[in-house]
């Protein structure tokens, strides 16, 4: 799956692809989309197929995604997902050190219906952090009208 973000003018814009071949467009919002750039990082890494992206491909719509009706019945991958996705935004913002990665991660999980833990070597947790540093950074250089295009494996 092909996802396009495109810098507007104090918008950022999403551009993909569903299963069936529809394109679609959203409007995430003001400036930086880093959230949904984290969900990328984060979904390759742990080989999600029912995280934000998988869904978006699967045919739900960002409005459903948004929706706690339909969030309470989506794969409990899809909350996973959210909860390594805002990790690492707080790893890379400086809000946890790398050595509290799967701690943060595992406390909030383990208030949910799953026995899924995270146990990322250091290593690793150091890698997505530059990646997705390194997205950040790709994104704040590109030029208005411009877009940065990544390639989602499921």
């Not at 997902?81 to 050595?99: I, M, N």
């Not at 383990?110 to 997505?128: C, F, H, K, V």
Request: with cysteine; hydrophobic share 40%; charged share 20%.
């Amino acid at each position: 799956m092909i996802i396009r973000f495109t810098k507007k003018e104090h918008r950022c814009q999403l551009t993909y692809q569903r299963h069936d071949g529809e394109m679609l467009v959203a409007d995430l919002g003001p400036d930086l989309p880093g959230h949904d750039l984290a969900h990328f990082v984060m979904e390759q890494k742990l080989g999600m197929r029912a995280g934000f992206y998988g869904n978006l491909y699967a045919g739900y719509t960002m409005a459903q995604l948004g929706d706690k009706q339909v969030i309470f019945q989506l794969p409990v991958e899809t909350m996973i997902a959210e909860v390594a996705t805002r990790a690492l935004q707080s790893l890379a913002g400086g809000a946890c050190e790398p050595k509290e990665f799967n701690e943060l991660i595992n406390l909030e999980l383990s208030g949910m219906s799953t026995d899924y833990r995270i146990n990322l070597p250091p290593a690793e947790i150091t890698q997505l952090m530059n990646d997705y540093r390194h997205l950040i950074s790709q994104w704040n250089v590109l030029p208005m009208g411009e877009t940065l295009e990544l390639e989602i494996q499921f």
